[in-house]
């Protein structure tokens, strides 16, 4: 398993970056483009990340992320074992297990 991401939307970014650098003790960066925006920041085996809020799925609170290699067959896995997809995608999606708690995919890089 690759390392998790926890991602905390925010309606006041400088707020938010401030109160995570503060309470992790570490800098959150700004994401390279292709990694979507916000900020990150990894240590202790996780990956914490935050951006600012939108009107998405992913933005209405935290989410952990999972990464996988294959989003298209992760995706039927989740319907198959009773969780449903909010958003799909072919970078990241958005799903609700099979108890309605919300958690997002990640497709791993090469």
Same mark, same amino acid.
């Given at each position: 398993? &690759?390392?998790?991401?926890? #991602?905390?939307? =925010?309606?006041d ?8 650098? %503060?309470?992790? %003790? &570490? ?6 483009p292709? =990694? $979507?925006? %916000?900020? @990150?920041?990894?240590?202790d !085996?996780?990956? @914490? %990340?935050?951006?600012? /809020?939108? /009107? !998405?799925?992913?933005d ?6 999972? $990464?996988v &290699?294959d989003? =298209?067959?992760t995706?039927? /896995?989740? &319907?198959?074992l $009773?969780?449903?997809?909010v958003?799909?995608? #072919? /970078? ?5 297990d099979?108890e309605?708690?919300?958690?997002a995919?990640?497709l791993?890089?090469?």
């Open positions: 398993m &690759t390392t998790p991401l926890i #991602e905390f939307p =925010a309606d970014a400088e707020r938010a970056l401030r109160f995570w650098n %503060g309470v992790l %003790g &570490t800098e959150l960066a700004p994401r390279p292709e =990694a $979507g925006s %916000g900020w @990150v920041a990894e240590q !085996g996780m990956r @914490v %990340g935050v951006h600012e /809020r939108g /009107r !998405g799925p992913g209405t609170a935290s989410l952990p992320y999972f $990464g &290699t989003i =298209a067959a995706l039927e /896995r989740v &319907t198959d $009773g969780g449903s997809v958003h799909p995608g #072919e /970078r990241w999606a958005i799903c609700r099979s309605g708690t919300p958690f995919l990640e791993l890089s090469d």
